[in-house]
């Protein structure tokens, strides 16, 4: 079983950017299909980006196109979410996740493995 931990989390002005690192343990990275989601009071969770194991296969919600990248090193056990141009509606709580699953999910049903979450506030 593998144990998540984000990182990265903080206050940033509209237009800024950040960088999350999420670092597994307990099992390799590679063995999974990582995922960011986030989570904004009084919403669902809602997906963000995600990526396969080892062929750089990559998904993103529309929102976030453009803006965001998710990116892994399965050498340090790291993914990380490049969140450029940021805006004050995507203040929440981002989660990192981990899926066994063949293809490159988009629901959280699909994903095992939940981080404890960082929080980002993006200020206007």
């Known amino acids: 079983q593998v144990q998540l931990v984000e990182s990265g989390g903080g206050l940033v002005q509209a237009g800024g950017s950040l960088r999350l690192p999420c670092t597994a343990s307990?099992?390799?990275?590679?063995?999974?299909?990582m995922g960011w989601f986030r989570q904004a009071p009084g919403k669902e969770r809602e997906f963000v980006a995600a990526?396969?194991?080892?062929?750089?296969?990559?998904n993103y919600a529309d929102s976030v196109k453009g803006r965001f990248t998710i990116s892994r090193d399965n050498n340090k056990n790291t993914v990380y979410l490049q969140m450029n141009s940021l805006k004050p509606e995507y203040t929440a709580v981002y989660y990192c996740?981990?899926?066994?699953?063949?293809?490159?999910?988009?629901?959280?049903?699909?994903?095992?493995?939940w981080g404890q979450g960082t929080q980002v506030t993006v200020s206007s």
């Open positions: 990526i396969s194991r080892s062929d750089g296969s990559t």
């Open positions: 996740s981990a899926s066994n699953s063949w293809s490159v999910p988009v629901t959280t049903g699909r994903y095992a493995y």
């Open positions: 307990g099992r390799a990275l590679s063995y999974y299909v």
